[in-house]
């Protein structure tokens, strides 16, 4: 039954159920972490045999001769990107790669661009006056974070089943020259789960935006991350881009951060010809080349993108079952109520629950006192400023399955409590 059609006195032992039920959890002395989507031990332990691959100095021989322990190379070697080229679908001549860190390199893009400009000869963003950035929310907070250590605007966007609100996108970017991105995790979106569609992928390519240096940074973070057999299908943003003569608009990031190990996997940039001739130069006075080692590291350990699949198909196996431990505590504890609901991603890292309005923040902090750390209400939104106070980003991944539904019990039961205490005041 709805808790809001319940009388004064059935919430109030509601609450008072679930109050005494917190006080039991609080003595047990928990220490639990639902904050980030970190890969658990035994995902990390997936890819232990790639620490054995490089073991003499013939192992370093890339195929173009070059001797992957020296200098040099700064787009990467070949077989790397052949090896991305047939993950992503990407022309390998559109292919940068770069260190361990997809994150680093989406800063350094953007730092560029505020400092040097873009591809075609255009004022660098710094020069500018007020620059903005579209924010697609609810969104990644890492995101947010980078535009506001460099000083950029952010403009929240809704989001929709099928991705950003194109409607509100287009009012911004097709009128306001001042608007020069927007953030896009486009498969299996942090923290909603939610693939574009085709229209908002072909919609976003075919912008016609006010600034002439606008671009779309394109995180496609979860390419190969489906947690269930069959795979959700995003379309092509090069071939819809080029299709409508604006290719040099996407700046295209992914990386195996959440495939081998995310202190030391391959990161990588994508950009159409021209923007990559614009970029090259800069990066060069920055490095005279990324970790080689770790790069062929990877191709020597998956061979080709389908032993990449394949890999991702064993992750598939160990996170399957702890999204579907937080959804069933969910389902048990909290359905049926109208007091939360939550998404039910087919892949990616998270899931997204919704109190009621007003309630987010005192759930986080009622957990925090329990002894459940959850990434900060309103942190996935600009400034962390949840307008309606309502969303918490969870993160399945690291907890052992005892840890998890635990975990998960205690957030149901902080929402249970905060909204009968909600649901009363507003009596």
């Not at 003569?245 to 195996?256: I, K, L, Q």
């Not at 951060?257 to 990559?276: C, D, H, Q, R, Y």
């Not at 909290?334 to 005192?362: K, Q, V």
Request: aromatic letters at 8%; glycine letters at 8%; a negative charge.
């Amino acid at each position: 039954m709805l808790w809001s059609d319940l009388s004064r006195e059935a919430l109030v032992s509601l609450r008072d159920e679930a109050a005494a039920e917190l006080e039991r959890l609080r003595a047990a002395g928990l220490h639990l972490d639902l904050t980030r989507g970190k890969p658990g031990l035994t995902q990390l332990d997936l890819s232990s045999g790639m620490l054995g691959v490089i073991t003499h100095a013939e192992d370093c021989i890339s195929e173009s001769s070059v001797d992957c322990r020296n200098y040099g190379v700064l787009d990467g070697i070949p077989e790397a990107k052949r090896m991305f080229s047939d993950l992503l679908g990407i022309p390998e001549n559109r292919i940068f790669i770069g260190g361990n860190s997809s994150l680093n390199l989406m800063f350094d893009t953007v730092v560029r661009c505020m400092l040097f400009g873009v591809a075609g000869g255009h004022e660098p963003w710094g020069r500018q006056g007020r620059i903005k950035f579209l924010c697609p929310s609810p969104g990644y907070d890492r995101h947010f974070a980078i535009c506001r250590a460099l000083g950029i605007e952010m403009i929240p966007i809704p989001m929709t089943p099928e991705g950003p609100d194109l409607k509100e996108v287009r009012a911004h970017v097709c009128t306001d020259p001042s608007v020069k991105g927007i953030w896009c995790v486009p498969k299996f979106s942090n923290p909603e789960g939610i693939t574009y569609s085709d229209h908002t992928v072909e919609t976003i390519a075919s912008l016609k935006p006010a600034a002439p240096d606008f671009r779309i940074f394109w995180d496609n973070a979860y390419a190969v991350h489906e947690l269930y057999d069959e795979e959700v299908h995003l379309a092509d943003i090069f071939e819809a881009a080029e299709e409508n003569g604006n290719v040099d608009h996407v700046f295209y990031f992914a990386s195996t951060s959440k495939i081998t190990f995310p202190g030391s996997g391959v990161a990588i940039m994508a950009a159409s010809e021209n923007n990559l001739r614009h970029i090259r130069p800069i990066l060069a006075t920055q490095t005279i080349g990324f970790d080689k080692i770790n790069q062929m590291r990877h191709v020597k350990y998956f061979h080709d993108a389908d032993g990449i699949r394949a890999h991702m198909r064993r992750h598939a196996e160990i996170l399957r079952p702890k999204f579907e431990t937080v959804l069933s505590v969910f389902e048990r504890e909290l359905g049926g109520t109208g007091i939360a609901e939550w998404t039910h991603p087919r892949g990616g890292y998270f899931i997204s629950l919704n109190t009621m309005d007003d309630c987010a923040r005192r759930v986080y902090k009622m957990a925090k006192s329990i002894g459940v750390a959850l990434t900060e209400a309103g942190a996935t939104f600009p400034y962390g400023c949840d307008p309606r106070d309502r969303n918490l980003r969870i993160a399945p991944s690291y907890p052992a399955a005892e840890e998890l539904e635990n975990a998960t019990h205690v957030v149901c039961q902080c929402i249970r409590f905060v909204s009968a205490e909600t649901l009363l005041s507003r009596m």
